[in-house]
């Protein structure tokens, strides 16, 4: 049994239990047993659990040692199986429907008999599934559509899931004896919301061919086939894993690792300049106006010899970047080091996991000036919203630790709800004790793109507004964005000074980046708030930072770059009109 295998079966069994309702910890142990598998990459686990070795891994606990031992001397878990008796042969595909929860799906199975997707989308379209108590036409044609956006996001994987996929296999890459370097290239490093696949540029000091040959034969690989490119191959492991590796020499890497990155776009657009200069980018070679080729020493190079600016990886996607680097007209864009705190937090008061204190000194380890509290306002009832007796218990708690902890300051801020009539929650006696106001859609998702527009422009008229926070709704694989005119809020947002959340929750990263560089050009500030619910989760911002970069963001593009006393002054500008 091989290590990828195992860790197959295991990420199943945690993403059973979770179906079962069973404790999180209980799925999270089973879900990092499976990473800690995978970052053995052997062939045999046999060995490793016989000598004890495996029981001495991090990550692996005795339950999850039991299920390995288990498919060492059988093949199979029996834990899996006991968890599968009585459930669809395709809960877990049915469970990313959006809409569809294991009680439903219970139910569907044991009144319909299906089984699979197939299944689901036979009893909708014949009116089967609309007869069941609790479901209806529209339930039934809702079901419908989250059947056609399973089939289309098949493939792909939140940036999180794939970064920690691919930085585990890059682990096991550079281990290899004749790898010498290796980074991860492709939509990972242009920093993608959702991946497809997992791209690999490895400089080799043997012969490419035999490395990537070797590759083909790593543990839990189902499937693999020759590139395009010599020295590449594409790989499918068991779980379903898509790797492309490009298995170069020393020479040809500075190239390799840029064409693996950049889009299809991006590439062509680099190629036409090339040959503009009298050069040619041949293969994985810069073949210079002589018809010699030039020597990289990196990446980088590659740009300063076509007398052009580096384009940072997140631009690189055939939208306008070779030719302002050309020009040397790109962007200073945003780092991590630019931030100055975050807005966008909930603590326990409402529905997050940490005390206020938790947060501020997370804040202060992160080196923040600032930490803003805004939990949920209180017609967001489903998620602990305050009601005005627990807002000045919060407000009085704020005064109390900003007296006591030094170095970071606690801004008193609420995630108002827009009501469905486009009213901020609470009224504006009670908008005014907040140093800002965050405003955000938690409900009646289905409203026509019209009403839902005038929704949202409507609140954005209400003076006590700051940020318009996860202004589409989406959820990335899971809830498509609600109808909504983007652009007519963007350019309200410009012409009443509202800025506009990029909320870095890995699920949302929504405003879309595209979207975010229209604001950009609209003169529309924008927010990185980590929506985060606990402390751990104020790191959503990296994702932010990453999605900011590729909408050509800058320091001076985003409000919580600024410091506390700027922060607080924009609000009271907007408060002022």
């Known amino acids: 049994m091989d290590s990828r295998s195992a860790a197959h079966v295991l990420s199943q069994i945690g993403a059973l239990l979770r179906a079962k309702g069973e404790q999180k910890f209980k799925a999270r142990a089973y879900q990092g047993a499976a990473r800690a598998l995978i970052a053995l990459d052997t062939d045999d686990l046999a060995p490793l659990l016989q000598s004890g070795e495996l029981a001495d891994t991090p990550g692996i606990g005795p339950a999850t040692l039991s299920v390995v031992r288990d498919l060492v001397e059988t093949g199979e878990s029996r834990y899996l ?9 395709g809960m877990l595909e049915l469970m990313r429907v959006p809409g569809l929860g294991p009680e439903k799906i219970q139910l569907i199975h044991e009144s319909l008999g299906v089984q699979n997707l197939e299944d689901l989308e036979r009893v909708a ?16 044609e809702k079901i419908l559509r989250g059947i056609e956006i399973v089939r289309r996001d098949a493939h792909l994987q939140r940036f999180p899931t794939a970064a920690i996929e691919a930085h585990m296999i890059l682990a096991n890459v550079v281990k290899h004896p004749d790898v010498t370097h290796a980074e991860v290239a492709g939509s990972i490093r242009r920093h993608n919301e959702l991946i497809s696949d997992i791209d690999i540029v490895a400089e080799c000091s ?25 020295g590449s191959v594409h790989i499918r492991f068991v779980d379903g894993t898509h790797l492309d590796m490009y298995c170069v020499n020393k020479a040809d890497y500075p190239v390799a690792l840029w064409r693996a990155t950049g889009s299809p776009v991006h590439v062509e657009e680099m190629m036409s300049l090339a040959r503009g200069q009298g050069c040619r980018i041949d293969g994985y070679a810069l073949i210079g106006k002589g018809g010699k080729r030039i020597r990289l020493a990196n990446e980088d190079a590659l740009f300063t010899n076509l007398d052009m600016q580096v384009i940072p990886p997140e631009l690189r996607e055939g939208m306008g970047e070779v030719d302002a680097a050309s020009r040397r007209a790109l962007p200073s864009l945003v780092v991590y080091e630019d931030l100055r705190g975050a807005l966008h937090n909930h603590s326990e008061y409402s529905d997050g996991s940490s005390t206020i204190e938790e947060l501020a000194l997370a804040a202060k380890e992160r080196g923040w000036d600032y930490i803003g509290i805004s939990d949920h306002s209180e017609s967001a009832f489903y998620a602990g919203g305050l009601k005005r007796d627990k807002l000045l218990r919060q407000h009085e708690e704020i005064d109390e630790l900003n007296a006591r902890i030094k170095g970071v300051r606690i801004l008193k801020g609420i995630e108002a709800d827009i009501l469905a009539d486009g009213r901020l929650d609470y009224d504006a006696a009670i908008l005014d004790q907040f140093d800002y106001v965050i405003g955000s859609i938690h409900s009646r998702f289905s409203m026509e793109g019209d009403a839902m ?34 652009e007519a809020v963007l350019e309200k947002a410009a012409a009443v000074g509202v800025a506009v959340e990029l909320n870095a929750d890995p699920h949302r990263l929504d405003l879309d980046w595209r979207y975010c560089r229209q604001a950009k050009e609209l003169g529309v500030t924008i927010e990185i708030g980590p929506d985060a619910h606990s402390a751990a989760a104020l790191d959503n911002v990296h994702f932010g930072i990453g999605l900011s ?14 410091s506390a006393d700027d922060v607080i002054a924009f609000a009271k500008q907007r408060r002022a009109r």
């Open 81 to 89: 199986n006991q968890l599968s008796e009585g459930m669809p042969e």
């Open 453 to 486: 527009t005038k929704r949202v422009l409507t609140a954005m008229d209400d003076p006590h507004l700051t940020i318009l926070a996860h202004p589409t709704g989406r959820l990335l694989l899971s809830r498509e964005p609600y109808a909504l005119d983007v």
């Open 125 to 140: 379209q014949s009116g089967q599934l609309a007869e069941l108590p609790k479901f209806g036409k529209k339930t039934a």
């Open 549 to 562: 970069r590729k909408a050509w963001l800058e320091a001076g593009d985003i409000l919580n770059a600024r």
């Open 206 to 230: 043997a012969d490419p061919m035999a490395v990537a040959e070797s590759f083909a034969r790593s543990p839990g690989v189902r499937e693999a086939k020759p590139g395009a490119e010599p």
